[in-house]
Each structure stands twice: as C-alpha cells, then as structure tokens.
C-alpha cells in the first residue's frame, strides 16, 4: 500500500511538472529516521523542459550552510554504499546501504541538461536521522524486583521517528523469536519467563537491539530432603540429612525440626546439612525474602548397639552351625566312600581269604616207630588246606575290619607248621 501510494504521488508530480515544463526538485519526506547498520531510502523526483536531456545526477550531503559533501556523482565512482536508484529522468531517489551514524544530517540533489543554463539544485532536501533500536521496560512495579504474578510491558522503538518502519519488529527470548510487533505484553509472570529480551527490524537485519533482562523472582519451591547413606542405619554410623529447595534469590535461612511423639516441634538446627544424632522425625523449611516452604517429614531409625550385637550373635552362631553341618556331611561321605572302596577289594580276594593253610605233622598209628628214628633224621610235612564257609565267616571279617588295622587283615591266613617231635 505505502509503495502505492508513493508511485502515485510520483506520478501526479512527474504530471505536473511537465505540463508546467519548469524545473524542480521534489522531495517526498522531509525527516526520515534510519536504523543504524540498516538500509535506507531517500524519495525524490525532478523535472526539466522536455527539451533537455539529463547529463548528470549528484547527491551532496550538507556538512553546513555552506559546505556540501558529494555521496553520488552518476559519472564518477564515490562510496559505495550510497546508489541512485532512479532512472535519470525523473526519479531521482538515493538509497544508502548499512547506515551509520556519520551519515545523519540534510540530503540535497543536484542535476544538469545539455543546455547552456541546465543546472538545477533542490533546495531544502531532506534530514536524516540515524539512531539503534532500542527496548524500554514498563514495570507496573516500579523500581521494585520483577515477583512471580506480575506484568511486564516491553516496547522496542527506533528511537527517531518517520520513514516506512512504523513497526515491523520482531522479540526474541534468548536468541529465539517468540512475537512480533513494536510491543510485548507478558502477564502473569513465573520463573519460565526470565530471560534474555531483545528486538530487531523485521526488514533490516543487524538492527538487533540492546538485552533487557527479565529475572522473575518467587519464593521456595520443590523444597525437599534426602537422606545419606539411608533412613534406617546401624548405631554409631553417620548420617547425613541435607535440605534442597528452588528460589529465586536463593534461599536465605534453613531451619531443621525434629517432630516428637506428642506433635511438639523442636527447632534443632540452621544450616542446609544436618547430622541427627538420634531417631525421630524431622523436617526442614527454606525461607527467602518472597516466603517459605517445608519439606515433607523423614523418619529416621537409628538402630540401639544391643539390637544390632544380638543380630550379630545371632549370624555369627548361625554361620557356625552351617560350617559345622558341612564339616561332618564332608566326614560322612569320606567315610563311606572308603567303606566301599575296601569292600570292593576284599571281594578280589575272597578265596585267599576263606582259606586256612594248616601244617600237620605226618604221623601213623606206630608212634613208637617214629621215635625210634634217629636224631637228625629229615622231617616229613604234610600240607593240608581246611576251607571254611564264606557266608559263617563274613560278619567276623566285618567285626575284624573295625577293630584292626589294615596290616592285622593279613592275618586271616595263619600258617601252622608242626614239628615231627623227638623222644623227650
């Protein structure tokens, strides 16, 4: 709409100075504001007789009354950040490139024709002025610190005003664009709204503004306790309760209660880490200058020494009794394992065992004749083997195994030699 409306007043001027066939300068806007590091264009037309032809175009800058400074010259090569964007007929308009502060001041434009008398200046151009964005904060408040709850206005302005940037702006939050719009309006603030505003031109980037910092500050919040190493400990060990609560500004004053078994609260400490010494239920409450906020209750069980040594009598008689139970199952089975190996090979020599070798001296009805053999005379021995009954005799074995060594089995095979006598 705005580039509409300037094309049509370009026209009815060009229209104009033509049928009137005069020479003129028009400048469109006589104060224009101009965003630092942004672009800026400066509307212009002029007109001549129709019979001259357009030479050269130049945009001065006034330095003063009587001092003007070329930016543009159409025949010559000046800086670069100032272009005429017209035609050389009848738009004479200037755009300037990355506007800096050294660039504020009046603007005038100056042409010549092919005739002896073309030159023309118009008078009375333009003012420049350049200025940054800039956010400003409206606090219902006042002065007061930003609470939880509160409003909080931000407006972003260019802080000069005219040209065509009414209000294209856009709001970051830490570098992230949340809204557009030259206001933000955040109501009912909380902790989730502090942070890192800022503002900058929709159509100009690098015209970002300066940081307004939000920090919204509010009471304790999610205050708890934990517990180190646990709730229920053994007599004589260390324990550790700490307090941890959110607020901002953090938390001024810790205060530790002990709740006692007739509801009676006992203030029994002021510091975030607290060591009980005996059991109970216990508390703690964060305060800072926005209010305050109690833990839920912890109770702490601090075992007695004769509960905890008879709990080690106890394992200490119980793991005995296993030991003692392994140490005679071990015995057992050593036992019975060496009752069968020994059963297993006295079956391997069961004939040898069930056999008695017997030595008998040979002898006949005829004693008489036998001791009338002379001295010295050899002897005669007459082996005879007596076998018993296996099944008579096991349960002896058995009785013998038990109460003689391994040498006294041996003995079971008795060798008996008897002598032929001689006459006594």
Sequence with gaps: MQNRNLAWTLMSLFLSGVLCNTWKVDYHQQRICAVSGSSVVI???FYYPDDHIVEKC???HVKSHHHFKACFISDRKLNTRFRCIGDRQHNCSLKIHKVERKDAGKYVFRFTTNSK????TGRDGPILKVADSNVSVTNPNGNRATKEGDSVNLTCSRGCDGGDLSSAFTWFKNGEPINEGSGLYLSNVSSTNSGNYTCSLKTHTGTTSGVINIDVEYGP???????RPSTEVEANSNVTLI???HANPPV???TWFKIHDDDDIMDVGHQPVFFPGDSGQYLCSATNKHGSQNSSVVT???KSYWATFTRDVLIIAAVAVAVLLIVITVIGFRRLHKKRTWTSNSDSEEDIQNTDYVNWLACDNNQSQERNQPEGGGEEVVYTSVYFNNNNRKSNMEQQMDSHSDDDVNAFVTY?????GTNR
């Design 243 to 245: 307090c941890s609560s």
């Design 416 to 420: 008996i030699t008897v002598r032929a």
């Design 117 to 120: 008398e073309g030159k023309w």
């Design 221 to 227: 919040k999610n205050t708890s306790v934990s517990v």
């Design 43 to 45: 509307p212009c037309s």
């Design 300 to 302: 702490l069980t601090i």
């Design 252 to 254: 001024e004053n810790y």
């Design 58 to 60: 130049m945009w001065a």
